[in-house]
């Protein structure tokens, strides 16, 4: 089973796709998020998005200004402002 991830800024769609495991930091300090992880709904501070595809592939953008929110397998990110930088 693999997380269905959503990366959005506010003018597109950074990344999408699979992933075995996501870290992100929130205003309380970073959070991973692997499939099966309970509901969050959390907002989002400045700083890297490490996202790890389920072929172990590693992406990580930058992010800041917004929120993401955690249901069922599904991981969406909203950023005012995110670019990927790997």
Same mark, same amino acid.
């Given at each position: 089973?693999?997380? @269905? =991830? &959503?990366? =959005? $800024?506010?003018?597109?769609?950074?990344? $999408?796709?699979?992933?075995? #495991? %996501? !870290?992100? @930091?929130? %205003? +309380?300090? *970073? !959070?991973?998020?692997?499939?099966?992880?309970?509901?969050?709904?959390? !907002?989002?501070? *400045?700083?890297? %998005?490490? !996202?790890?595809?389920? &072929?172990?592939? @590693?992406?990580?953008?930058?992010?800041?200004?917004?929120?993401? $929110?955690?249901?069922?397998? *599904? +991981?969406? #990110? =909203?950023?005012?402002?995110?670019?990927? #930088? $790997?």
């Amino acid at each position: 089973m693999a997380l @269905k =991830v &959503s990366l =959005v $800024s506010a003018d597109a769609e950074v990344w $999408s796709g699979e992933a075995s #495991i %996501v !870290i992100a @930091k929130t %205003v +309380l300090g *970073e !959070i991973g998020f692997m499939p099966g992880h309970e509901p969050v709904l959390a !907002i989002l501070a *400045e700083g890297q %998005v490490r !996202i790890t595809e389920t &072929s172990g592939t @590693k992406i990580v953008a930058n992010a800041q200004d917004g929120f993401l $929110s955690m249901e069922g397998n *599904e +991981l969406t #990110i =909203v950023a005012g402002n995110a670019a990927l #930088i $790997s």
